[in-house]
């Protein structure tokens, strides 16, 4: 089993920043890419950002040049800075990993956070 944690949400005005966090823990052998989602009321949910164990990332374009995605493979864990904050950012943040799981035949897992809120108001 695979158990992903994230904390750093909340409420923030327009322009401002957040940094979130998700730390993966259980049966790890390897963690392949990382990734944020979120899910906006209404809305499906959508990819923000990831980042594989190289150090390879990616953006969606709405967030790109505001936010930026890092990871610590030592601690198995993955961030989110998040700068510039608009309104339209508001949603459910979701961390995501996909990699192997140890003890025994290594087996593909991909797992998913409980998700954290943000929200972006004056």
């Known amino acids: 089993q695979v158990q992903l944690v994230e904390s750093g949400g909340g409420l923030v005005q327009p322009g401002g920043s957040l940094t979130l966090s998700c730390a993966a823990s259980g049966s790890i052998y390897s963690i392949n890419v990382m990734a944020w989602f979120r899910q906006a009321p209404g809305k499906q949910r959508e990819l923000v950002a990831s980042?594989?164990?190289?150090?390879?990332?990616n953006y969606a374009d709405s967030v790109k040049g505001r936010f930026t995605i890092s990871r610590d493979n030592a601690m198995n864990t993955v961030y989110l800075q998040m700068n510039s904050l608009k309104p339209e950012d508001t949603a459910v943040y979701y961390c995501?990993?996909?990699?192997?799981?140890?003890?025994?035949?290594?087996?593909?897992?991909?797992?998913w956070g409980q998700g954290t809120q943000v929200t972006v108001s004056s």
């Open positions: 980042i594989s164990s190289g150090g390879s990332t």
């Open positions: 995501n990993a996909g990699g192997y799981t140890s003890g025994g035949l290594p087996r593909r897992f991909d797992a």
